[in-house]
């Protein structure tokens, strides 16, 4: 059975790091891309940023460039989500996601299929 699990997120202070994973289980991530995307109270999910399934390649939010960064352990089957500098604003429930796809990775998340349960993530101070 196919699964995503998050973990890494908790209360961090504005200007602070964070790296979250996401673990997959009954299926390898190699042959899939990976997306994580966040939704706060009120607001619709949003993209935040994506790796390709063959050559890494990435895609992110404008919001995230130069702060979010995304990585893939093949041994451990996990995805990670590394979040510096962080903003108020980046408070959300952070969700990893995967789809079957060989090129490329979108940040819309009716692109992705499996979902992960989320995690909380909240920046204050």
């Known amino acids: 059975q196919l699964q995503l699990v998050e973990s890494g997120g908790g209360l961090v202070q504005p200007g602070g790091s964070l790296r979250l994973s996401c673990a997959a289980s009954g299926f390898t991530l190699d042959y899939w891309a990976i997306g994580w995307f966040r939704q706060a109270p009120g607001k619709e999910r949003e993209g935040v940023i994506c790796?390709?399934?063959?050559?890494?390649?990435?895609t992110s939010a404008d919001s995230v460039k130069g702060r979010f960064t995304i990585s893939r352990d093949s041994a451990k089957n996990t995805v990670y989500l590394q979040m510096n500098t962080l903003k108020p604003e980046d408070t959300a429930v952070y969700y990893c996601?995967?789809?079957?796809?060989?090129?490329?990775?979108?940040?819309?998340?009716?692109?992705?299929?499996?979902w992960g349960q989320g995690t909380q993530v909240t920046v204050s101070s």
């Open positions: 996601a995967a789809v079957r796809r060989f090129r490329g990775c979108s940040i819309s998340p009716s692109a992705y299929d499996s």
């Open positions: 790796i390709s399934s063959r050559n890494g390649d990435t």
